[in-house]
Structures are given as C-alpha cells and as structure tokens.
C-alpha cells in the first residue's frame, strides 16, 4: 500500500472510529432513559391529577347540596306543619321554600354535570395508564436488542481503533505530519477525473504531475491530501 492509499485508509477507519462513537453514546443514552416512556407516566401523572380535583370539587358539591336539601325539607315541613297560621308569615315562608327548590335544581344540574366530568377523567386514566403500560413493555421488548447492539457496536470500536492505529504506524512520519495539519474532515479525498473527490474543484497540471511521480499534494481549494484512484 503506497503513502496515499494508506492516508486514504486511515481517514476511512478514522471517520468509523467517531461513527461508532457516536452510536454507542446513542445506544448508551437510549438504555438510560426512554423520552417516550417518561412522557407517557408525565400525561398519566396529569390524567390522575385532574380526576383527583375533580373527585374533589364533586364531594365538596354534593355536601353543599345536601346542606341545602336538608335545610329545605326543614322549612317545607315547617310550611305544612300547620303550625304557622299568619298568612303573610305563611307566603313568605312558601316564597321562601320555592326559592330554595329552585336554587337546588339548579345546583343538582351543576353536580350531574360534575358526575360526568369525574367519569370522563377517570376514562381519561384509564387510557392514560393502557398508554403507559404498552410503551413500558415495548421499551422492555426493545432493550435486550439494544444491548446486543451496544455490545458489537463496542466491539467494532476497539477494532477499528486497532486496525486505525496499526495503519498510521505504516504512514511515514512526513505524510503523517502533513495529515495533521489539514483541518477539514476528512482530511483525504480521492482524485475524481482531474477534480478533487470532495470539493470537485480542479487540480492543476503541476499538480496531477506530482501526483503521479507519488508526491503528496493538497487541494488548493479545500486543503485536502489528494489520493490518486
Ligand atoms: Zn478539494
């Protein structure tokens, strides 16, 4: 293998080396925590929440009405108890019983209302803990998969990084200087006709000549070593 086939090979090992790195912080951050997971337990947490407020205002309703009930059977029986025989005693207490049956039908339809808003929500954790329950177990399902992935992904880690270390130790200290130098990833292109591979601007005909007598050249326009195809 000449200079630039092996520059060429270790920028190519070299670009897997950071590929694997990367998969395996992705594999190792998706083992840790599951975003799907945590939102499905925040929108339950959410669901019971709500139906306990719910619950909550619905108790506090039916004790006020029941209050309510029972001061306006009190005054009904008062009313026919014959006991009041003032006549206008007699209409103002009816008045007063009629408007008290009304406010309760009233506030007996707010609490029917309220019935039905506590069952939607409890509907609503129902659904809310199906949602939970299936993403735990499809979490639980993907995780041995995962493992197996980070594994070999660790695996090919340590090979590549081998194979990329036993290649720059074949690389003349020169060429291995001049690598260091070129900033822009990868720091190799191959020669695509008469054009840099990677930025496919032009090389000039000094420079294809050096190429062939098997000097090391940079693309003037991007700064890469080209490698003869
Ligand atoms: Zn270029």
């Keep these: 293998m000449n200079t630039g086939e092996l520059l060429l090979r270790h920028a190519r090992v070299d670009e897997r080396v950071q590929h694997l790195g990367a998969e395996i912080e992705r594999l190792e951050a998706a083992l840790a925590s599951n975003p799907r997971l945590e939102q499905a337990r925040a929108r339950l947490e959410e669901a019971r929440s709500a139906q306990r407020e719910a619950a909550q205002r619905?108790?506090?309703?039916?004790?006020?009405?029941?209050?309510?009930?029972?001061?306006?059977?009190?005054?009904?029986?008062?009313?026919?108890?014959?006991?009041?025989?003032?006549p206008t005693e007699l209409t103002k207490l009816s008045t007063e019983v009629q408007h008290?049956?009304?406010?309760?039908?009233?506030?007996?339809?707010?609490?029917?209302?309220?019935?039905?808003?506590?069952?939607?929500?409890?509907?609503?954790?129902?659904r809310a803990e199906l949602e939970a329950q299936r993403v735990q177990a499809e979490s639980d399902a993907s995780a041995p998969e995962l493992r197996g992935q980070l594994e070999k992904a660790r695996l090919d880690l340590v090979e590549a990084e081998a194979e990329r270390a036993t290649v720059w130790a074949d690389i003349p200290a020169p060429a291995r200087a001049l690598y260091e130098?070129?900033?822009?990833?990868?720091?190799?292109?191959?020669?695509?006709?008469?054009?840099?591979?990677?930025?496919?601007?032009?090389?000039?005909?000094?420079?294809l000549q050096q190429l062939r007598r098997g000097e090391l050249v940079r693309c003037d326009n991007c700064g890469r070593i080209l490698v003869l195809g």
Excluded at 69 to 85: N, T, V
Excluded at 100 to 126: G, I, N, P, Q
């Design 58 to 86: 619905l108790r506090e309703s039916e004790r006020e009405v029941e209050g309510h009930r029972a001061r306006m059977r009190d005054r009904d029986r008062e009313l026919m108890s014959g006991r009041i025989h003032n």
């Design 181 to 207: 130098r070129v900033r822009v990833r990868p720091p190799v292109a191959e020669v695509a006709g008469t054009a840099c591979g990677a930025c496919r601007v032009g090389i000039t005909s000094g420079g």
């Design 100 to 126: 008290m049956k009304e406010r309760l039908s009233v506030e007996e339809d707010a609490e029917l209302e309220l019935m039905e808003e506590v069952e939607a929500r409890d509907e609503a954790v129902r």
